[in-house]
């Protein structure tokens, strides 16, 4: 489950390097989120597969492959297509509201974003950073060439109380961002490690999410095909999941 | 009204162009331990006859086919089964065409499960659902089987309308709309004996709770559901069915089932028996947790009159990315003359496997 928020909400903020930003240490911190924010959204109505490897200690891993269809950017769609007992299998998130809709149970179930609905290991729950949405912008630093955005939670009910979050100065790329709970404990990491080409847009291709509270445990997400779709407004009710 | 729409759906795929095809689904076998129950007074030296060991298969298929354009859509759901000893039987459990003339309308014509409610275990507004078994909320066979409907559905401005024509001139409705976090839907059924109404809600609070109810006339239901840190999963609902039996009623069950001595009596008594539906009040908790390929449950069921108890067990274990075996153990507990003290099998053990394609 919690890898499914973190592929739905990764997607409706894919990063994209396409305009270069102007290092300018003069904006506050506001300013420098909301122009690393227009780089999280490359196409406002989209699909992109994702592939999902988790890795546990003794070297386990476990595979899970989705497409996610998203419009704007807090609106998504996952379909389950790997592993075969998966399949058939869709998540709507509006926000943050959840459903799940299984072929047996034939109905959208309201689920809450902790409930897990396959058996591995993941860090899904860093997905609940959409930070242009979830997140108000605090102070600005300087880290080298990246600025460091310090983000506090809108909402106290988030899973992520605060995130520091690394903009690279020059292309505005999220380089990494760093996940604390309300006690102030740093329990998360997520790198953004490759940045490719998908549909005439620069974006990550590739992010890997420490859980830093059970050393070993991690997480790739690989995206792939990411294409221009015009999905339609209906997609995203929570009636028409699993009718379309 | 099923018949002629599946034999027209068949014409309209040969007529059509569909570029997206989705095949998907499951097949498997399992084996049956049910002892009998002689203790009970439904099965007094196993008078029914009921087989130490059984053994099934089943097969079950989905298949959707539309065009990019998603302007219709066909579905069917295909399922098969086979039991040892030769009981073979194969059928459509869904089959149906949807249309999307508008945006904002999709038209479905034909055999679907519909399923309303935000209960896990018991759905008192499921006007036009398959009936919910509490013990298998899940169906986790894909059992159930769809009724012939025309359903329009009417996606206006975040709020959902369905509209249903049934079988036999049954009508119903359904409006969806999520309210300040809240997920509300008012549902109305009518057909030529009565009329029903209900109300279902449920809204998630922070990260892990999620709180749901249903109202209709006689029937209620209110549960929750909350996710701890190490992913273990808890369901809890408790249930007021008003045509269940009362103490009364039950009573003379009893009377009725502990004083048969005849087979036509016994028989009389196993009809009239009907587990989880022989009080008012029940109550159901399920533990769920997962951990790297296995799951394990736990559903439990007691009836609050006489805190007689049923308590199932799973173990699942992913073999493979399409492959899994399970474990069921279900058992049945309470004191002389409680409800599922009556039931005809001390216990069900089911050991499987399924394939999923």
Known sequence: ?244 | MVKPVIIAMALFATTVHAETFKFFGSAGAEWQLTPANAASALNPGNVARLPYRTGSGDAVAFLDAAPESHVWKLHLKLRGDAAEGGGQKAGIGEASLQLNPRPWLDVTIGRIIEKWGTGYAWNPTAFVSPKKNPADPTDRLSANRGIGMVRTDLFVRGTNVSLYALDHGAVAARVYRLVGGTDISLLFRRDGTATQQGISAARVFGDALELHGEVARRRALAGGQYTFKSNVNVVVELYRGGDGLDAGAFRAFRTAADSAHDEAAIRAANTAYAPLHMARNYAFVRFDLPHDKFDAELIAITNLRDGSLLARATLTRRLLANVSVYLIDTEFAGARASELSYMQVRRVTTTGARYYF
């Open chain 1, 1 to 244: 489950m919690k890898s499914i928020i973190a592929i739905a909400l990764f997607c409706a903020m894919l990063p994209s390097t396409g305009r270069t930003g102007e290092s300018d240490l003069r904006v506050d911190a506001a300013s420098v989120l909301a122009r690393a924010d227009v780089f999280r959204n490359p196409i406002d109505s989209f699909s992109v597969d994702v592939e999902l490897t988790s890795f546990a200690p003794g070297g386990r891993t476990d595979i899970s492959r989705f497409r996610v269809f998203g419009k704007g950017s807090d609106r998504s769609i996952v379909e389950f297509t790997f592993p075969q007992t998966e399949k058939g299998k869709y998540l709507l998130m509006l926000r943050d509201a959840m459903w799940i809709y299984m072929p047996s149970a034939s109905r959208p179930i309201r689920i809450s974003p902790l409930q897990r609905l396959m058996g591995q290991a993941s860090n899904g729950d860093v997905a609940r950073t959409n930070f242009s949405i979830d997140y108000d912008a605090k102070s600005v630093a300087e880290d080298g060439d990246a600025f460091v955005v310090d983000l506090l939670a809108k909402d106290p009910a988030l899973a992520y109380n605060r995130v520091r979050l690394w903009i690279d100065k020059q292309s505005y790329e999220p380089r990494r961002a760093d996940f604390y709970v309300v006690s102030g404990k740093l329990i998360k990491r997520a790198t953004y490690r490759q940045y490719g080409t998908m549909a005439g847009q620069r974006v990550v291709t590739e992010v890997e999410i420490d859980d830093l509270l059970r050393p070993g445990n991690r997480t790739v997400m690989r995206y792939a095909n990411l294409t221009p779709k015009e999905n339609a407004e209906k997609m995203f009710t929570k009636d028409a999941l699993g009718k379309w």
